[in-house]
Structures are given as structure tokens and as C-alpha cells.
């Protein structure tokens, strides 16, 4: 039986890994921007330390993304 | 003459076309841009020195002499240097240590916070610097030691405050928790605490700095693979490629002082958090 191929990819898989692994720190991070856009809109005194905060968790959130670019790295 | 004509000729070329690979092809920057850098001086000795070590040392050596020169002669009406200066440091001392401390701890490790902002900002500003071009926080020595500084200064801060012991029972078991939670609690909060927050400040900085030069490569050596080797109305897309350069560089600069602020902040949170008597 011989095969005709329609449709091939060639390379490594892991160039779509950031993709995959930017999807959740995404959305996360606009969670956490858009509470603190609120909480500011609701209490503008306390914006100081609610940006603080907000920086806080948008660094842990973001750091996910950043293991997705080191996978490609390491996996290459 | 002709030699060194034909010479020049090969060195434009080579110039004029690093970015397009045998084949015509554009090739993408990779994890080369990091590692197996050529040593400029020492060779094979422990000090040799590369590119990214020497941006490291001039980095450093600029913000030693500017703060040096700006806070030599101090006085009550502060001149122009001085004014820069201290605004950098008051944004330290209020937004980060006096905020997330308290007033007595806060002035305690200021020293501290302020060295590893003023440091990593210096570092991650020559990512955007014409000529250095590479941030010197983007291979892993660097960021590794700063989150050490930052491990033993919590712990220090811990065990100083509060008593070595005190300091790994609050760690480790958090009041409030009903007591069979402690069996699944306390390894992952030894991993969390004592494993993954160095891990994981090392990391953030270093791959903030490491994606933001990737990204500025991409951008410009297109942007020349466009101009240089693409012939036709192709050629085009060499415009956009340039506008997005400018644009991540202007990005750039806002992630340079981010991740510096992010970085101080989190060790601050760190040292309040093993010093306070429960959490």
C-alpha cells in the first residue's frame, strides 16, 4: 500500500509548548490586573497597596509562562 | 591593495547578511546568543571574561561611580545628581522596604533592598544600552547569586528575629490548621519555602532577561534579513519588523526596572514573613 502525505510538520514539538504554557498565565495575569482595577475603582486610597499587591501576583503567575520558555530551551 | 579591498568587500557582506543562513534562509536566534560566547580577555583561565561578564563589570562600575558622584557632597538642598539620586533611593526605602517591613525592619535592611535594586537595575538596563546590548542578568551566575543573598538574608532575618526555631515551626507549620493537615502541609511548605522561592526568583529575572533579548534579535535581525536579503515587495515586512524593535526596546526598558522592583519586593515579603511571629 503506498502512503501519499497530504500534510507534514517538521521540527520539534516543543517550539508549541510556549504557546500551551502561555495560555494560563495569560488569563491569570488579567485576572489579578483587572481585581486590582476594580478594588482601585471601588477604594482609590488604597490603590498604593493594592498595586503592591497586584505586582506580587502577577510575578508568581507570570513565572509559569517563563518555565514554558525554559522547557523549550531544555528540550530542544 | 586588491587584497585588502576584497577583504573590506567580505567583511560588509558579512555584515550586511549575518542573519541569512547558506540557503537564503532566515535564521532564528536561539540559545546561542547565551552560551559558548567567545572570551575576550583571560582565556581559559577561571577568570576568563566574556561578553556578558565585561557588561556585568561596566554595568556595575557605572552605577558604583554615578551614585558615588551623586551622593559625594551631600547637602540639606540637594543639587541636581543628588535630587536623582535620592528620589531613587526614597522609592526603595517608602514603596518597597517601609511598606512591606514596617518602620524598624524596614531601616534595618535597607542597605540591603536598595543594593540588590540599584544592582539589578543596573544589569538589566544594558539589555536596551546601544553597544552592550545584552543584559547582564541573562545568564543563570548572576540571578543564582542574587536569590542566594536573598535566601540567607530571610533566613538571617528569621532566625534573628524571631529564633531558629520559632522561625522553621512558623514555616513549616502555620497556626490554624487542623493537625492532620501538618502531614501533607509541612514538606510541601519545606519545598515552597526553603527550595522553590530562590528557585524561582533566580528564574523570573533570568528568563525576563533572556526572552526580552531573544525577542529584540528576532526583531532587528529580520528586520536586516528583510532590508538586505529579500528582494521585491517582500522586502516590505522589514518596516513592520523595525516598529516592533522600537516598540520592544520601549518595553524593554519598562520590564528592566519591573523586574528589579519585583525582585526587591519579593525579598522583602520573604524577610517579613519569617521575621513576623505568625503569618
Given at each position: 500500500m503506498d502512503s501519499t502525505i497530504l500534510a507534514q510538520i517538521t521540527g520539534n514539538?516543543?517550539?508549541?509548548g510556549y504557546g500551551l504554557a502561555a495560555i494560563g498565565p495569560g488569563i491569570g495575569v488579567g485576572i489579578v490586573a483587572g481585581k486590582t482595577v476594580e478594588a482601585m475603582a471601588r477604594q482609590p486610597e488604597m490603590a498604593g497597596r493594592l498595586q503592591v499587591t497586584m505586582f506580587l501576583g502577577i510575578a508568581f503567575a507570570e513565572l509559569l509562562a517563563f518555565i514554558g520558555v525554559a522547557t523549550f530551551f531544555i528540550f530542544q | 591593495m586588491e587584497t585588502a579591498l576584497s577583504t573590506s568587500a567580505l567583511v560588509t557582506a558579512a555584515l550586511l547578511r549575518p542573519f541569512a543562513g547558506e540557503d537564503g534562509e532566515f535564521k532564528a536566534p536561539g540559545i546561542d546568543e547565551f552560551v559558548g560566547l567567545p572570551a575576550l580577555f583571560f582565556e581559559g583561565t577561571p577568570f576568563e571574561i566574556n561578553r556578558i561578564i565585561m557588561v556585568r563589570l561596566i554595568a556595575l562600575t557605572i552605577m558604583v561611580v554615578l551614585m558615588y558622584l551623586a551622593l559625594r557632597k551631600t547637602r540639606l538642598v540637594p543639587g541636581r545628581g543628588q535630587g536623582v539620586a535620592e528620589m531613587a533611593l526614597d522609592f526603595v526605602r517608602v514603596q518597597i522596604a517601609e511598606q512591606i517591613l514596617g518602620e524598624r525592619l524596614g531601616r534595618k535592611f535597607l542597605p540591603l533592598l536598595a543594593s540588590l535594586f540599584f544592582a539589578i537595575l543596573a544589569m538589566n538596563i544594558t539589555g536596551i544600552v546601544p553597544f552592550a546590548n545584552i543584559a547582564g542578568t541573562s545568564l543563570v551566575g548572576m540571578p543564582l547569586t542574587m536569590a542566594l543573598v536573598s535566601y540567607v538574608a530571610f533566613i538571617y532575618a528569621g532566625i534573628r528575629e524571631v529564633g531558629g526555631w520559632a522561625f522553621i515551626k512558623n514555616a513549616l507549620f502555620p497556626p490554624g490548621v487542623p493537625w492532620p493537615l501538618y502531614i501533607l502541609l509541612a514538606p510541601v511548605e519545606l519545598i515552597n519555602i526553603f527550595i522553590m522561592r530562590p528557585v524561582s526568583l533566580a528564574l523570573r529575572l533570568l528568563l525576563n532577561m533572556m526572552v526580552g533579548h531573544l525577542l529584540l534579535v528576532l526583531a532587528f535581525s529580520s528586520t536586516n534579513f528583510f532590508f538586505v536579503s529579500v528582494s521585491g515587495p517582500a522586502a516590505a515586512f522589514g518596516a513592520l519588523t523595525l516598529t516592533g524593535g522600537i516598540v520592544i526596546t520601549l518595553f524593554e526598558l519598562l520590564i528592566a526596572v519591573l523586574q528589579a522592583y519585583v525582585f526587591t519586593l519579593l525579598t522583602a515579603v520573604y524577610i517579613q514573613q519569617a521575621a513576623s511571629e505568625h503569618h
Amino acid at each position: 500500500m503506498d502512503s501519499t502525505i497530504l500534510a507534514q510538520i517538521t521540527g520539534n514539538i516543543a517550539t508549541v509548548g510556549y504557546g500551551l504554557a502561555a495560555i494560563g498565565p495569560g488569563i491569570g495575569v488579567g485576572i489579578v490586573a483587572g481585581k486590582t482595577v476594580e478594588a482601585m475603582a471601588r477604594q482609590p486610597e488604597m490603590a498604593g497597596r493594592l498595586q503592591v499587591t497586584m505586582f506580587l501576583g502577577i510575578a508568581f503567575a507570570e513565572l509559569l509562562a517563563f518555565i514554558g520558555v525554559a522547557t523549550f530551551f531544555i528540550f530542544q | 591593495m586588491e587584497t585588502a579591498l576584497s577583504t573590506s568587500a567580505l567583511v560588509t557582506a558579512a555584515l550586511l547578511r549575518p542573519f541569512a543562513g547558506e540557503d537564503g534562509e532566515f535564521k532564528a536566534p536561539g540559545i546561542d546568543e547565551f552560551v559558548g560566547l567567545p572570551a575576550l580577555f583571560f582565556e581559559g583561565t577561571p577568570f576568563e571574561i566574556n561578553r556578558i561578564i565585561m557588561v556585568r563589570l561596566i554595568a556595575l562600575t557605572i552605577m558604583v561611580v554615578l551614585m558615588y558622584l551623586a551622593l559625594r557632597k551631600t547637602r540639606l538642598v540637594p543639587g541636581r545628581g543628588q535630587g536623582v539620586a535620592e528620589m531613587a533611593l526614597d522609592f526603595v526605602r517608602v514603596q518597597i522596604a517601609e511598606q512591606i517591613l514596617g518602620e524598624r525592619l524596614g531601616r534595618k535592611f535597607l542597605p540591603l533592598l536598595a543594593s540588590l535594586f540599584f544592582a539589578i537595575l543596573a544589569m538589566n538596563i544594558t539589555g536596551i544600552v546601544p553597544f552592550a546590548n545584552i543584559a547582564g542578568t541573562s545568564l543563570v551566575g548572576m540571578p543564582l547569586t542574587m536569590a542566594l543573598v536573598s535566601y540567607v538574608a530571610f533566613i538571617y532575618a528569621g532566625i534573628r528575629e524571631v529564633g531558629g526555631w520559632a522561625f522553621i515551626k512558623n514555616a513549616l507549620f502555620p497556626p490554624g490548621v487542623p493537625w492532620p493537615l501538618y502531614i501533607l502541609l509541612a514538606p510541601v511548605e519545606l519545598i515552597n519555602i526553603f527550595i522553590m522561592r530562590p528557585v524561582s526568583l533566580a528564574l523570573r529575572l533570568l528568563l525576563n532577561m533572556m526572552v526580552g533579548h531573544l525577542l529584540l534579535v528576532l526583531a532587528f535581525s529580520s528586520t536586516n534579513f528583510f532590508f538586505v536579503s529579500v528582494s521585491g515587495p517582500a522586502a516590505a515586512f522589514g518596516a513592520l519588523t523595525l516598529t516592533g524593535g522600537i516598540v520592544i526596546t520601549l518595553f524593554e526598558l519598562l520590564i528592566a526596572v519591573l523586574q528589579a522592583y519585583v525582585f526587591t519586593l519579593l525579598t522583602a515579603v520573604y524577610i517579613q514573613q519569617a521575621a513576623s511571629e505568625h503569618h
